[in-house]
């Protein structure tokens, strides 16, 4: 993340003697727990210093209030919200979008924000923005992934490269609540063999899926 596309701004007090860090980390801990266990706007500043253990105006020693603690643990994980790179150029493709999606879906539930991050997107227009930003970074590299294939004459001769990219990025998406319904490990394939028939023709993949067993 880019300097300018920083979520959190300058910290009342950054310590540096362990006590203090362990204080700070916990009220960190505190809010992640009670975050997605209630919710983020019904959580408050004295909740979390409570659950932490720590008087309220500890809690304000360390942050200026409950958003930027949430930022700062969102910082480093808008790209774990986020489609991953795939690999186009693989010996056997859906198995290898099937694999990725599932990691991906896991990083995901363990992260354990997806639920308060639409939350506070309708309220935020600067993480908002932020992520406006990673998905276009997301969609560049799914694009130039399809461009390469497209050069090696793999994917359909008539696709609109940057539309596609869109749609994939939405069907990826939208599929993590397909998974959380049915829970079915067969879901990832299924996500990845849509995705895939749209990319390429029936053809090319049944000469890739030779080629892998051919390998074997």
Partial sequence: MSDDEKLV??????PKQERAQAKRNALIES?????????????TAKEIAAHAGVATGTFYRYFTDKRQLLMSLLE??????????????????VAALASSLENHYDRIHESGL???LPELLS???ELAAVLDNARKRIHARISNGLKKAGEKGLI??????DT?????MVMVENGLDKISQSEKPSDYQDIAKLICRMVFPPRVLEQL???DRGAE
């Fill in 9 to 14: 701004g300058e910290f009342p007090f950054l």
């Fill in 31 to 43: 809010g992640y727990a009670l975050f997605q266990e209630k919710g983020y706007e019904q959580t």
């Fill in 76 to 93: 480093d994980k808008i790209e774990t919200f986020l489609p991953p790179e795939i690999s186009w150029l693989s010996s056997d493709p």
């Fill in 114 to 116: 997806r639920h308060v």
């Fill in 123 to 125: 309220k935020d227009s």
């Fill in 156 to 161: 359909w001769d008539d696709l609109d490269v």
């Fill in 164 to 168: 596609l990219s869109w749609a994939i």
């Fill in 209 to 211: 899926s030779t080629n």
